[in-house]
């Protein structure tokens, strides 16, 4: 039986591309889809020479509504198609105020709003055919509001949520979710949206094969949230248990007592 054809988004460079040149050593056939057909095509002949898969390439803007609604129809009906990697991203840095309004819709469009539609569309050719997995690339940031732009850090917490949400309601139909946080990664993304990654800390960034590899082996793993910087998976268990304490007091009847208002002495 022949493996699962992997789709790839955001796959000409960075995060993706080794993604792609993991994928293909398994000896799975893959689609790339990004916006630079050069750089895909030379991905594209390496793997296929190295490995001898079947690499298609697929130009694709998601930001642009007829390019993304086409690598969703390919999700949707190529029934060969049993791997989602939802890797194309954007970043944004320093403060709202004063940001290019166009550019944070921008980062939304990709970051959130691609993202979402393509993980759905994979979500119900999956869940239809009962098997198949979809990656979310999500960030470290999501946990970390205040070390980021808000509409970056949000569009990645958003991913989080969503990837949680998505793994409840079709897990029971052989679709495994998997959101991966990376930290700080040596890609161009940095340099895309403005930033030196040679300025950090080099005790902080990862190397982009160690950071894929090791999603990987979560991947292997069947894991639902992968944070491959965390020394101790203990302490994200401990953060989940914090924030499934909350639940039985988020929604009440009646306010809680401090949001009382004190009555007037007459
Ligand atoms: N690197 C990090 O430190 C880091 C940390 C946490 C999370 N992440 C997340 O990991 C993912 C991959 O990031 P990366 O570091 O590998 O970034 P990267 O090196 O900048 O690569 C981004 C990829 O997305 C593609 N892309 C960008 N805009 C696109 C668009 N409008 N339509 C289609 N493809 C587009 C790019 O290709 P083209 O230019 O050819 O389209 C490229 O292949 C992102 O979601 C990012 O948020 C990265």
């Known amino acids: 039986m022949s493996k699962d054809?992997?789709?790839i988004t955001g796959a000409s460079t960075g995060i993706g591309a080794v993604y792609a040149d993991r994928f293909a050593k398994r000896g799975h056939n893959l689609i790339l889809v990004a916006r630079d057909f050069e750089r895909l095509e030379v991905l594209a002949n390496r793997l296929w020479a190295e490995t001898g898969v079947n690499v298609e390439i697929e130009v694709a803007d998601l930001t642009n509504k007829p390019d993304l609604a086409r690598i969703e129809t390919r999700l949707l009906t190529d029934p060969k198609i049993g791997v989602l990697v939802n890797n194309a991203g954007m970043g944004a840095f320093g403060e709202i105020i004063g940001a290019d309004p166009e550019n944070l819709e921008t980062v939304i469009a990709l970051n959130v709003t691609a993202a979402t539609r393509l993980a759905a569309a994979a979500a119900n050719a999956f869940a239809a055919r009962g098997g198949g997995s979809i990656?979310?690339?999500s960030s470290v940031l999501a946990l970390a509001p205040e070390r980021t732009n808000p509409v970056y850090g949000g569009?990645?917490?958003f991913l989080l949520n969503f990837s949680q949400a998505l793994h409840q309601q079709v897990s029971d139909k052989g679709v495994h979710v998997q959101?991966?946080?990376p930290g700080a990664t040596r890609?161009?993304?940095w340099a895309r949206a403005g930033k030196n990654v040679n300025a950090l800390d080099p005790a902080m960034v990862m190397d982009v094969h160690d950071l894929v590899d090791a999603a990987l082996a979560a991947f292997d793993a069947g894991e639902l949230v992968t944070i491959p910087s965390l020394p101790d998976a203990g302490d994200w268990n401990a953060f989940e248990a914090a924030r499934l304490?909350?639940?039985?007091?988020?929604?009440?009847r009646f306010p809680a007592s401090r949001y009382r208002m004190k009555e007037v002495a007459a």
């Open 179 to 181: 959101v991966v946080l």
């Open 245 to 252: 304490k909350l639940a039985p007091n988020l929604s009440r």
């Open 135 to 137: 990656i979310n690339l």
């Open 5 to 7: 054809t992997i789709l």
């Open 187 to 189: 890609t161009e993304i």
């Open 155 to 157: 569009s990645k917490a």
